[in-house]
């Protein structure tokens, strides 16, 4: 079955360290792999997207994400954290090939991120 | 540029009353729709996704349905609500397999 896994519910970071979000995917062939972040009762925002090419992909507020193909992770990374950078936080993953499903978005269960002041 | 509407953004609903919630885009053409339900602000689960006009597939059974009676146009329905149907809905598009997809502001829905 296709998944994807956010190991930790919450993570804690001071203001100005970096931060790292956890992500790690199982699906059949190459995927396209996303990050999106939801303010409260808002809609999701897409951060950044991985498709083909340099494993490190730069998206939007300085986060970036770094492609491990063997280890089939897509972490979300960011030099130095900011109190307005909490959230939650999903990783998604698109199938990409033959395969049916490939219109669906698979999104992992989501990371609460707190940065403290 | 492309824009998603998604409407009311809160409802209170009584049980056993029916449901209508409308997605629409703007601004491109023939895009896929989704229709997402995010349980206590936690994971999305789909429920329906649509590649064209009355093509729909379901991903869970249950006591929604969705139709899309135009391009651009996607609906969720209950004729029935539970309880169990409350949660955060959210509508979203995306265009061609490699492009990310765009979420509306959702519906919070509340059936008391």
């Known amino acids: 079955a296709q998944s994807v896994a956010q190991p930790e519910d919450q993570v804690n970071v001071a203001e100005g360290n970096p931060l790292t979000v956890k992500c790690t995917y199982s699906?059949?062939?190459?995927?396209?792999l996303f990050w999106y972040v939801q303010y409260p009762n808002r809609g999701l925002q897409f951060l950044l997207k991985y498709i083909t090419g340099d494993n490190l992909v730069k998206g939007s507020y300085g986060f970036e994400a770094e492609f491990n193909k063997s280890q089939t992770s897509f972490h979300l990374k960011k030099p130095s954290a900011l109190v307005s950078d909490s959230a939650l936080y999903f990783c998604?993953?698109?199938?990409?090939?033959?395969?049916?499903?490939?219109?669906?978005?698979?999104f992992g269960t989501g990371t609460r991120l707190k940065v403290l002041a | 540029s492309q824009t998603i509407h998604q409407w009311p953004a809160t409802l209170v609903q009584p049980v056993g009353s029916p449901l209508s919630l409308e997605c629409t885009v703007e601004?491109?053409?023939?895009?896929?729709l989704y229709w997402y339900r995010q349980a206590a602000g936690r994971g999305l689960q789909l429920l329906f996704y649509s590649v064209g006009i009355g093509q729909i597939s379901s991903e869970v059974p249950q006591n929604l349905s969705a139709s899309r009676p135009q391009d651009r146009q996607f609906i969720l329905s209950s004729k029935k609500l539970l309880l169990s149907d409350s949660g955060f809905y959210l509508c979203?598009?995306?265009?061609?397999?490699?492009?990310?997809?765009?979420f509306g502001q959702g519906t919070r829905l509340t059936v008391v």
């Open positions: 601004g491109t053409s023939n895009p896929n």
């Open positions: 699906v059949s062939g190459n995927p396209y």
């Open positions: 998604a993953v698109r199938p990409y090939g033959s395969t049916s499903g490939t219109y669906k978005y698979i």
């Open positions: 979203a598009w995306s265009g061609d397999r490699n492009t990310e997809a765009f």
